[in-house]
C-alpha cells in the first residue's frame, strides 16, 4: 500500500504547498499530458504534468485517454496536488479523474483545463490547432457525463445495450408497457450537461472510439447511437420527438462522424447554435478540426482552416472573420443567409464591429425558435435565384470600411462586403402580421386592399403571387370581419385556380418561409415575404453569388446595410435573370457594411 503513495505524502504533516506554476510550451508543436497516480481506496488527487512534442508527443497520444467533460461551477473548485505543487480545478472535473483513476496502474490522461494554462491566451489558441491530433490520436476518449444522482445509469445504459445489440427485444422494450420507462432513461442521459456543451461536438468526432461514464455506469457511444437507430426506426424521429425525446443534439452529434452526410462549415454553425459555451468565440474556434473547415486555396496548395484560433481577438471580429473566409472560400453568398433577422436590429443598436451581412451566432445560440424564420436555404427545395450559370458565384472583395459605431463616429476598422446586385424594387407596402401588437386591423385591411389593388394593376399574374395573396388574407385579415376574410380568400382563390399549374411546388414553400416573415408588394409588382424589420423604399435584389433574393437599405453615400433574405414570387429559380438578361440586365455595385 505504502508504495503506491507518493513520497512527499507520507511525511503525515500537512504542508503548506505552493501554487503550481506553468512553465511555458517550448513550441507549436508541443503539449502537456497529465499522469493520474494510483491510490488503492479513498486517497488524495496526486498528478503530474509532463511536456512533450513532436515524434514523442504522437507516440504518447496513443496510449493517453482525452478526457471530454463539462467544466461545472467555475466557483465550485478544489485542490488537487499537481507535481507537488497545488492546483485548483473544478469539482466536476475532479469527479471525472477520480472516476477514471486506476487503483493499481498510472494513466495518461488530457484534460484541457489542466492540460492548458488557461491564462495564456495565445497558448489557449495554439492548442487548439492540436485537437485534432488529440482527440483523432489519443487511444480513447472517455466522456464524463457527471454526477448520477438519480441513480439511474445502470438501468440506462442496461436499456442501450439492450437496443444496440439485439435488435428484436429492442423492438419489443419500445413497443411493450415498459417502453416509456426506455424512453424516460434514454431522455436523463442526453438531457446530461455533456450533450449540451459546445466542445463535444469536435471531441467525440474526432474520436477513434469513445466510453460513456456516468458516475460508475459505463457504455460506449457505438451503442448509444445504435440504440436511437433502433428507437427511430420503430418510432419515427417525429414519433421520438412527440414523447420527448431531444433527438436533435444526438443527431448534431453522430452526423460528424458519418461519411455520407456532408455538411459545410457553414451548416455546421447552423446545427450548433444551441449547444452552450462560455466563450461565445467557441462558436467557431470548437468546430475548426471538422473536415469542412480544411480549405485548399489552390490545387496543389495546402490544407489549411478558415481561420486560426486567436483568443486575443473580440467576439464580433471572430464572426466577421469566419463570414468573410466562408465567401471568400466558396465564392457564394448563402452566409447572408444565417443573418437571423433580430441580429439585425442587434446590429443597428450594438454596433462595435459587427457588420450587417455576419451572422451574430451568440445571438442565435439565444433566440427562441418563433423569433426567428426559417432559413430559406433550409427549405425542401433547392433555390437559385441568381441563375445556375455566370451570376451563380460572388465576383466581389472584402474590404476595411468607413462604417461608423454606436455614437456614428466612423469605425476604420470595420469591414464590408462588396456585391453586384439586380434590382428587383423597392418595398411599396409592407404589412404587419397578426401577431404584431403595433397593428391594429382597420391598418391590416387598408395595406391589404392596396396590396390587392397594385396586383390588379398588373397586366399578368402568377399562380404563385395569387396564392401569396390568398395565405395574406388568411393570416393578416384575422382581427377583421370573419365574412371579410372569407370573401377575400375566396376571390384570391378563384383566380389562383383560373391559371395554369405551377410546376414549382410554391404552396410547401410560401407556408414554409411565411414564418416570422412579413407579406409585401414592390413598386415593380413582385410580391414575397421579407424579414419583420423590413420597410417601404428598402430595396429587394438579387446578388451574384445569392441562391435567394436579399432586402438591403441604404443608410449612408454608397454603404448599404443587409435585412436579410426574402421570398419573391417569381425570382426563386432564376426567372427574373433570365428575363432580365435578354434586355441587358443591370448589376449594380452595392457595399455591404
Not at 442526453?190 to 455506469?217: V, Y
Not at 448534431?252 to 447552423?270: I, M, N
Not at 394593376?457 to 382581427?479: G, Q, V
Amino acid at each position: 500500500m505504502s508504495k503506491l503513495i507518493p513520497s512527499f505524502l507520507k511525511s503525515g504533516r500537512r504542508q503548506k504547498r505552493r501554487a503550481y506554476q506553468y512553465d511555458p510550451l517550448p513550441c507549436k508543436d508541443s503539449l502537456r499530458i497529465l499522469s493520474l497516480k494510483p491510490v488503492e481506496g479513498w486517497g488524495p488527487l496526486v498528478v503530474t504534468l509532463e511536456i512533450v512534442q513532436g515524434q514523442a508527443m504522437r507516440e504518447r497520444l496513443a496510449n493517453t485517454r482525452a478526457l471530454s467533460y463539462v467544466w461545472g461551477d467555475s466557483d465550485r473548485t478544489e485542490i488537487i496536488i499537481c507535481n507537488e505543487r497545488t492546483l485548483k480545478i473544478t469539482s466536476n472535473l475532479r469527479k471525472a479523474l477520480e472516476a477514471i483513476r486506476d487503483p493499481n496502474d498510472e494513466i495518461s490522461v488530457w484534460a484541457d483545463a489542466v492540460c492548458i494554462n488557461q491564462e495564456d491566451l495565445l497558448e489557449r489558441g495554439h492548442q487548439i490547432k492540436l485537437m485534432t491530433q488529440i482527440y483523432s490520436g489519443a487511444g480513447e476518449v472517455l466522456v464524463w457525463l457527471g454526477s448520477d444522482a438519480g441513480h439511474d445509469g445502470s438501468q440506462a445504459f442496461q436499456a442501450v445495450q439492450i437496443l444496440a445489440t439485439d435488435p428484436l427485444s429492442g423492438d419489443n422494450l419500445v413497443r411493450d408497457a415498459q417502453g416509456g420507462v426506455t424512453i424516460q432513461l434514454l431522455n436523463k442521459i442526453i438531457r446530461c450537461p455533456w450533450f449540451h456543451r459546445m466542445w463535444t461536438i469536435q471531441e467525440l468526432g474526432l474520436a477513434k472510439s469513445a466510453t460513456l461514464i456516468w458516475d460508475e455506469s459505463r457504455t460506449s457511444w457505438a451503442n448509444l447511437t445504435h440504440a436511437f437507430m433502433t428507437l427511430e426506426r420503430v418510432l419515427s424521429k417525429k414519433n421520438m420527438e412527440r414523447w420527448g425525446l431531444d433527438v436533435g443534439r444526438l443527431t448534431t452529434l453522430y452526423q460528424w462522424q458519418s461519411p455520407t452526410k456532408r455538411q459545410t462549415f457553414l451548416e455546421l454553425l447552423d446545427m450548433s447554435t444551441k449547444q452552450k459555451t462560455s466563450d461565445p468565440r467557441d462558436r467557431v474556434f470548437a468546430l475548426l478540426s471538422h473536415p469542412s473547415a480544411q480549405v485548399q486555396e489552390t490545387a496543389n496548395g495546402p490544407v489549411i482552416p478558415l481561420m486560426e484560433a486567436d483568443y486575443t481577438m473580440p467576439e464580433t471580429e471572430v464572426y466577421t472573420e469566419i463570414a468573410a473566409n466562408i465567401i471568400i472560400s466558396t465564392k457564394r453568398l448563402d452566409v447572408l443567409s444565417y443573418k437571423h433577422i433580430n441580429a439585425a436590429s442587434y446590429w443597428r443598436d450594438h454596433n462595435d464591429g459587427l457588420p450587417s451581412w455576419a451572422p451574430y451566432w451568440t445571438f442565435a445560440s439565444n433566440a427562441r425558435s418563433y423569433d426567428v424564420p426559417k432559413c430559406l436555404l433550409r427549405c425542401h427545395q433547392v433555390f437559385h435565384a441568381a441563375g445556375l450559370d455566370r451570376f451563380s458565384c460572388w465576383n466581389g472583395e472584402v474590404t476595411k470600411s468607413t462604417g461608423r459605431d454606436q455614437s456614428g463616429v466612423p469605425a476604420s476598422s470595420q469591414r464590408s462586403l462588396r456585391v453586384k446586385a439586380a434590382v428587383v424594387g423597392n418595398i411599396e407596402i409592407v404589412y404587419r402580421q397578426m401577431w404584431d401588437t403595433n397593428s391594429t386591423p382597420q391598418d391590416q385591411l387598408e395595406a391589404f386592399e392596396k396590396m390587392t389593388a397594385r396586383m390588379e394593376r398588373l397586366k399578368t399574374i402568377s399562380e404563385e403571387a395569387c396564392y401569396c395573396m390568398y395565405r395574406a388574407a388568411s393570416t393578416c385579415l384575422w382581427m377583421n370581419s370573419q365574412d371579410l376574410k372569407v370573401e377575400w380568400m375566396a376571390y384570391w382563390q378563384g383566380v389562383w385556380n383560373s391559371l395554369p399549374a405551377s410546376t414549382h411546388g410554391y404552396e410547401k414553400t410560401v407556408d414554409y418561409a411565411e414564418k416570422a416573415r412579413r407579406f409585401f408588394v414592390t413598386d415593380t409588382g413582385y410580391i414575397g415575404l421579407c424579414p419583420e424589420i423590413a420597410q417601404t423604399g428598402d430595396e429587394v435584389c438579387i446578388l451574384q453569388g445569392g441562391r435567394v433574393p436579399y432586402v438591403i437599405r441604404q443608410f449612408g453615400v454608397g454603404e448599404w446595410e443587409l435585412i436579410g433574405e426574402c421570398y419573391v414570387s417569381g425570382t426563386m429559380h432564376g426567372e427574373f435573370v433570365e428575363r432580365t438578361e435578354g434586355n441587358g440586365v443591370e448589376w449594380e455595385a452595392r457595399t455591404l457594411v
